[in-house]
């Protein structure tokens, strides 16, 4: 089980991430409101403990944004701000739980737990051109078909998927495919982008990944124009 962890305190967020390991959850760690956003629009977590008082912002406004998005997360608030109005202010906004600090890790994981398996959000396949790609068995089809790639162009293409069509940087990426494998090599994002192009090609999955200079790449319809730029 992954949780994406959102807290500016480095110290806290450590021991956070050590407690919830120990229980079975894999914890990736962040500590600011686009550092989120961008963790999830490029992995794949079953919940999300969040901050409110965060560098760039109020955590509750990464629920706004995660809400317009079909494959949300459940999330689970954690704050100083323990008054009754603060609480149902981000339970009104969509968090599906609230723990005041200072808590007990065992209360955090009994929590998380809980809202995972609440978290029966639909979350509808995302599909672009012939591909489909199922958040919650991870499954990815061209036209109904199995399409299985090797494991690094795997989370190459899935991070795609999540992210299109927006384009995604090199960095990200390289941070996303980064734990696939420790010896890869200064250009394994290209080779990686290079034999996906050659796959979804032969394939005829209807999407291409294309090159949007100084931004990265982006998945997009086959025949569809980059963005100028």
């Not at 202010?89 to 809980?114: C, M, Q, T, W």
């Not at 494991?151 to 980064?178: D, I, N, Q, T, Y």
Request: proline share 7%; hydrophobic share 45%.
């Amino acid at each position: 089980m992954r949780v994406l962890l959102v807290e500016d305190n480095a110290r806290l967020a450590a021991l956070l991430s050590e407690g919830l390991r120990r229980s079975g959850w894999l914890a990736e760690s962040v500590g600011s409101l686009e550092e989120a956003e961008a963790a999830v629009a490029l992995g794949e977590f079953d919940a999300v403990v969040l901050d409110r008082g965060l560098p760039d912002g109020d955590g509750l406004d990464l629920i706004r944004r995660l809400r317009a998005r079909p494959a949300a997360p459940p999330v689970l608030v954690m704050t100083a701000r323990g008054g009754v109005a603060e609480v149902c202010h981000g339970l009104d906004l969509g968090a599906d739980d609230y723990i005041v600090k200072p808590f007990s890790l065992a209360e955090l994981v009994s929590r998380l737990n809980a809202a995972s398996r609440r978290g029966g959000r639909a979350m509808a396949p995302l599909r672009l051109g012939e591909l489909a790609y199922d958040p919650v068995s991870r499954e990815v089809t061209v036209r109904g078909a199995p399409f299985d790639p090797p494991p690094r162009e795997r989370a190459l293409l899935e991070a795609l998927l999540r992210a299109a069509p927006r384009p995604v940087s090199k960095e990200a990426l390289e941070a996303r495919l980064g734990g696939q494998d420790r010896l890869a090599q200064p250009n394994a994002i290209e080779v990686s982008v290079h034999r996906l192009r050659t796959r979804l090609a032969t394939a005829q999955a209807g999407a291409a990944i294309q090159t949007v200079r100084g931004l990265g790449y982006r998945l997009a319809a086959a025949g569809e124009a980059p963005p100028e730029g």
